[in-house]
């Protein structure tokens, strides 16, 4: 069955790179995605990435994607205070429906 | 401001008694869905709505019911909630299922916690 599966935490030290990874299961061509979820708010798309592509960049987020692996990766450079948040990878499953990982919790150390 | 809002964002209540969350969009958009959020667990779909009077269950749709009598509003109810349900819940929309770029991106509003006892 399909699955997306991600570390629960990840803990950085500010200005380090953090790298959240994510392992997906589908294999048919898709959409795969990294929302940003911070304390006490909604979700909101970071960005997003289509199977046929091995990279996106968009200013300090970096996209890699792995498709013989099924790998994901969101890295962001020079984490900052701000950044703290639950990260959720999603994967597109059907266009109704999204199957999505359980979050990596990002705690930035000073 | 282009939004979802949920409502209440807070809610404790007693097992039994039928509560409904309330969700409104001002996007325009044909695709609703509800979620809830447990820890550990990630965001699993309870149900969705392709546009007015098109609703489909997701993955955990049991105790809850839905309806989408017009485009904007898609309210989420509890007949007789049960412990199990406390958790967080999310209202989500998107332009279309079909949309030209596929991408399907999601509009989430603030959520809504409620604790049933």
């Known amino acids: 069955g399909e699955d997306v599966e991600q570390s629960l935490f990840l803990s950085v030290r500010e200005g380090d790179s953090s790298v959240i990874n994510c392992t997906y299961t589908d294999s048919s061509s898709t959409y795969l995605y990294w929302y940003k979820q911070e304390p006490g708010a909604g979700l909101q798309l970071l960005t997003y990435?289509?199977?046929n592509m091995d990279m996106k960049q968009d200013q300090r987020l970096t996209v890699l994607l792995n498709k013989k692996d099924k790998h994901l990766s969101l890295r962001i450079a020079d984490t900052q205070t701000g950044d703290s948040a639950i990260y959720f990878c999603?994967?597109?499953?059907?266009?109704?429906?999204?199957?999505w990982g359980a979050g990596t919790k990002l705690i930035i150390k000073p | 401001e282009a939004q979802v809002t949920q409502n209440p964002r807070y809610l404790i209540t007693v097992t039994g008694k039928k509560l409904t969350v309330t969700c409104s969009q001002n996007m325009n958009h044909e695709y609703m869905s509800w979620y809830r959020q447990d820890p550990g667990l990630g965001l699993r779909q309870i149900y969705y709505?392709?546009?007015?009077?098109?609703?489909d269950k997701g993955d955990v749709p049991e105790g809850y019911k839905v309806s989408r009598k017009e485009k904007r509003n898609f309210p989420l109810i509890l007949e007789s909630p049960s412990p199990n349900q406390t958790s967080l819940y999310f209202c989500?929309?998107?332009?279309?299922?079909?949309?030209?770029?596929?991408?399907?991106?999601?509009?989430f509003g603030a959520g809504s916690r409620l604790t049933v006892l």
């Open positions: 989500a929309s998107s332009l279309s299922g079909r949309s030209a770029s596929g991408a399907n991106v999601l509009t």
């Open positions: 999603a994967e597109k499953l059907s266009n109704y429906q999204l199957i």
């Open positions: 990435i289509f199977s």
């Open positions: 709505s392709m546009n007015v009077e098109v609703t």
